[in-house]
């Protein structure tokens, strides 16, 4: 089974500058997740998704970050101007289903280095 | 307002013997809990799950504990292995659709 794939894995850019990354989930994942890891934190969800439609976005920066996915399988995240305190690995997980206890699976993230 | 906890940044221990990851939550409504084990540049790997219904639940050389009365899980890794030298990041799930909490996460070392 292939896992969740994301890219690019590295992307350096200037403040003000605008950034997208991609994530494909695994075949036949309903829900997939945005995560913002900072250095020394562990993840903490931007934006969730069930097929295509938002159920959670409560800790989104709308006025800077926005997040879509296409037809309830890849999704882009856009952080657009950047900011310095927006450096941090994001990562991409899907899970088959939200409402049951199932575990999500990662991407092996895009580290975001801004200057 | 940091709703799961690890308080110990690093751990230690040698080859062999067991290594005892701790964490503690405040939110009495988490019902589903994670472990995760993470190395550099990789995205965080699922290890091993429990519910709130269960105490204990194992898989192989993975035990973790839940104790909800004192809101505190723990991942038990024996023997340990240098391979297991890793972060590793507990996550909790409240009644929302499939939301986790992660903690801070806790380096370990296995020592040969």
């Known amino acids: 089974e292939a896992g969740v794939a994301q890219s690019p894995r590295y992307k350096i850019i200037e403040k003000r500058q605008s950034v997208a990354f991609w994530c494909n989930p695994i075949s036949g994942h309903a829900t997939l997740y945005w995560y913002q890891q900072i250095l020394g934190q562990g993840p903490k969800l931007l934006i969730q998704?069930?097929?295509?439609?938002?159920?959670?976005d409560s800790q989104l920066p709308k006025d800077r970050f926005s997040a879509e996915r296409l037809k309830g399988v890849d999704s882009t995240l856009k952080i657009q101007p950047a900011k310095l305190e927006d450096s941090a690995v994001y990562l991409c997980a899907s899970s088959l289903e939200a409402g049951f206890n199932q575990p999500q699976h990662f991407g092996d993230g895009t580290r975001l280095s801004i200057l | 307002d940091q709703q799961v906890k690890q308080n110990s940044p690093s751990l230690s221990v040698q080859e062999g013997r067991i290594s005892i990851l701790n964490c503690d939550y405040t939110n009495s409504m988490f019902d589903y809990f994670l472990w995760y084990k993470k190395y550099p540049a990789e995205g965080p790997t699922f290890l091993i799950s429990?519910?709130?219904?269960?105490d204990k639940n194992e898989d192989g050389r993975f035990t973790v504990f839940l104790n909800k009365s004192a809101k505190h899980l723990s991942l038990h890794i024996v023997p340990s292995q240098p391979g297991d030298s890793a972060v590793y990041f507990c996550a909790a799930k409240g009644t929302s659709y499939g939301k986790l909490t992660f903690g801070q996460g806790t380096i370990l070392t296995v020592h040969p």
């Open positions: 998704f069930q097929n295509n439609g938002v159920v959670d």
């Open positions: 429990i519910s709130s219904i269960k």
